[in-house]
């Protein structure tokens, strides 16, 4: 049976694509949002702090 | 609260000078700011970042109850600048607030920052067997700093390039 990739390795790839999406959803938008754009690396780099709690 | 408060007042003081640079340069030093920093999650430079070394008090807990020890770390953590700093992104974070000089804008920032940073803390006991499994989480996720730094790394370049593509829209408007 194939082992199941840790949960570690799909909120990483998870992280990616929202990040990905994001950026070319802003980059594709005919109304460029920056402020919106911005947005998903506040909610990465927020929960990445959770050792500093 | 808290959160809202420093991005706020972040936002006031660059209100305050915002208009003595024009866009394109502030979106300029964003990313520039953001590529160092995502270099440095990679390991490629070496450099510490300012914070205060230092974590909420486990203690308040003890001393002013389970209730109003979770709303004291929340504000406590709630500030950014109070508690350490792993990663270069909540500079970042504060770059943008000044830059965009939108006292608004750094407010929303600031609330999505401290929501992403306390989510772990209150989704872990619904995930986890016990309280004292909760208490454990962030030790836990520590093992995992590479992953991390990783995801950082990520956040930060994509930061500098949509940093990079708005001062290059701005630029195509004058």
């Known amino acids: 049976m194939k082992a199941r990739p840790p949960v570690s390795k799909t909120i990483e790839v998870i992280s990616y694509l929202v990040l990905v999406s994001a ?6 938008s005919m109304r460029f949002n920056l402020g919106l754009a911005l947005l998903p690396g506040a909610v990465i780099f927020g929960w990445s702090q959770i050792g500093g709690l | 609260m808290s959160s809202t408060t420093v991005g706020l007042a972040l936002g006031a003081i660059g209100e305050s000078f915002v208009e ?17 920093l995502a270099l440095r999650e990679w390991k490629l430079l070496q ?6 070394k230092r974590q909420t008090e486990k203690t308040w807990a003890h001393e002013f109850g389970p209730e109003v020890a979770s709303a004291m770390w929340g504000i ?3 500030l950014g600048f109070g508690t350490r700093i792993n990663h270069g992104g909540f500079w970042v974070l504060v770059a943008i607030a000044l830059g ?5 804008y750094g407010a929303i920032l600031m609330l999505t920052y ?6 772990p803390v209150w989704v872990a006991p619904t995930l986890l ?6 208490m454990e989480l962030p030790g836990a996720a520590l093992l ?30 004058v």
Request: charged share 15%.
């Open chain 1, 23 to 28: 950026l070319t959803a802003e980059a594709l």
């Open chain 2, 20 to 36: 003595k640079v024009s866009d394109g340069p502030r979106l300029y030093l964003i990313g520039i700011l953001s590529l160092i």
């Open chain 2, 47 to 52: 450099f510490s970042i300012p914070e205060f």
């Open chain 2, 76 to 78: 406590h953590i709630g």
């Open chain 2, 100 to 104: 965009f000089g939108s006292p608004k």
């Open chain 2, 114 to 119: 401290w929501l992403a940073r306390t989510l």
């Open chain 2, 129 to 134: 067997d016990s309280t004292s499994e909760a």
């Open chain 2, 144 to 173: 995992q700093g590479r992953l991390f730094e990783r995801m950082v790394g990520i956040g930060l370049l994509s930061t500098a390039v949509i940093a990079f593509v708005g001062a290059a829209r701005v630029a195509s408007l």
